[in-house]
Every structure is written in structure tokens, then in C-alpha cells.
């Protein structure tokens, strides 16, 4: 199984809403990623964890808080998100070392109205 | 500041023709070197990837060039297909940083029947 699960895959929430989006994966990877993508641009990196815990944080807003409950999960919670926020969140595994390919989810399409 | 630079921004090719992308880097502890093909709503797949000590990966239509001393690195796509169009995004990491990957700003292809 060389899937990452992402849901929900498409989420439309308030201003003043909190929503999580959830990611799985089933590969034994030890390293997990949030990337932030907007339209016909490249994936920004926001949070990676390496076994389990938080070791990048690229000066994300507070507003997103990443939590790795496990090996296996990866979650992102959301609160007082922006309009400007609305994109395309993906997450992504890999093994902990580099120079080995990461396996990304299909992403959350994310509205913030 | 972009890490990687890639070109053109987009792209159109004929059926059966020849696709060629280019990237070009700066700091030169980067040491792997993926690309990514990217379909609507879909997440990244890792297409075909590299490593400074090889001047050339191929694997079936889809090809790797790598010119180390002017820190650059295309791929080409041979016979082009229909099927084949989609965004690319070159990328590269430094070592011991897992999987964090700087990616070029990407580009897309069509392929014209």
C-alpha cells in the first residue's frame, strides 16, 4: 500500500469555524508533511514531523495547528482561518531519510468564506 | 528567493514530439533531485528523480540530464503523449533534512493529438 489518505477532500468553513483535515498512510513512514498549494503554483512546505514529533515549523500562522497522534496520522486544525488561506493542503510521507521519494495525499481543497 | 528555478512556464508539444524542461539550482549541497507530475486535483507523483553523482537516469520515455558544474538538470520527455499533460515540478533537497524539498514554480504541459 503506497497510498496516502486524505480527508476530507474538499471543505468549505467560516471565518470563525475550527475544522481538522486528517491524513493517513500505512508505509512505516517516520517522516509526514503539510504543504499548502495555491492554483498553478508549487506546493509550499508548513509543518514536518519526524517520528512523531514537530522538527519544521515554516512560520505558519497559530491559526493552523498540525497534531501527530501516531506514526501512522497526521492531522491539521483550523481556527479563524482568512479568505486568504483557501488552497489546496497536502500531506505527504516519506522515510525519515533523505533522497527518497515522498508519497503525497490528493489534498483538502479548502474554502474559507 | 527561489531555490530552483524552472522553465518555460508552460508548454505545448505535439503528439509524438519531444517535451523539455528546465531547472537550474544555487547552492550545491542540494544532493537528490525529483520531478513531480501533478494532474487537476490530484497530489504530486514522483515521476523520475536524480543524484549529482549521475549525469543521466532514464526510465522508459522519461528522461533526467544533469550538468553539475552548471548546476542545471532537464527532463525530457521522448513521444510525447495526450495522456502526458499535466503540470511538472522539478524539486530538489539538501541532505539530512529528510524530505524537505524546494520545488520550482512548475510547468505545464499540453500535448496536442
Known amino acids: 500500500d503506497t497510498e496516502v489518505t486524505q480527508t476530507p477532500k474538499h471543505l468549505v468553513m467560516g471565518m470563525t469555524n475550527k475544522k481538522s483535515l486528517k491524513c493517513e498512510q500505512h508505509?512505516?513512514?517516520?517522516?509526514m508533511y503539510w504543504y499548502k498549494q495555491k492554483a498553478k503554483k508549487p506546493p509550499e512546505l508548513m509543518f514536518v514531523?519526524?517520528?512523531?514529533?514537530?522538527?519544521i515549523n515554516e512560520s505558519v500562522p497559530s491559526r493552523f495547528s498540525p497534531e501527530c497522534p501516531n506514526s501512522s496520522l497526521l492531522n491539521l486544525h483550523l481556527h479563524a482561518l482568512q479568505p486568504e488561506d483557501s488552497a489546496l493542503y497536502l500531506c505527504?510521507?516519506?522515510?525519515?531519510?533523505?533522497?527518497?521519494?515522498?508519497?503525497f495525499g490528493q489534498g483538502t481543497r479548502l474554502t474559507v468564506v | 528567493q527561489q531555490q530552483v528555478k524552472q522553465s518555460p512556464q508552460s508548454l505545448i508539444v505535439q503528439k509524438g514530439g519531444i517535451s523539455i524542461i528546465n531547472c537550474a539550482y544555487e547552492?550545491?549541497?542540494?544532493?537528490?533531485f525529483p520531478w513531480y507530475q501533478q494532474f487537476p486535483g490530484k497530489g504530486p507523483a514522483l515521476l523520475i528523480a536524480?543524484?549529482?553523482?549521475?549525469s543521466e537516469k532514464k526510465e522508459g520515455r522519461f528522461t533526467i540530464s544533469f550538468n553539475k558544474s552548471a548546476k542545471q538538470f532537464s527532463l525530457h520527455i521522448m513521444d510525447s503523449q495526450p495522456g502526458d499533460s499535466a503540470t511538472y515540478f522539478c524539486?530538489?533537497?539538501?541532505?539530512?533534512?529528510?524530505?524537505?524539498?524546494?520545488f520550482g514554480t512548475g510547468t505545464s504541459l499540453t500535448v496536442i493529438p
Open positions: 536524480i543524484r549529482p553523482d549521475v
Open positions: 514531523y519526524s517520528y512523531e514529533k514537530l522538527s
Open positions: 524539486a530538489a533537497s539538501l541532505p539530512n533534512t529528510g524530505n524537505q524539498f524546494y
Open positions: 508505509m512505516g513512514h517516520r517522516a
Open positions: 547552492n550545491t549541497a542540494f544532493d537528490y
Open positions: 505527504a510521507s516519506s522515510q525519515h531519510r533523505g533522497g527518497t521519494e515522498a508519497f
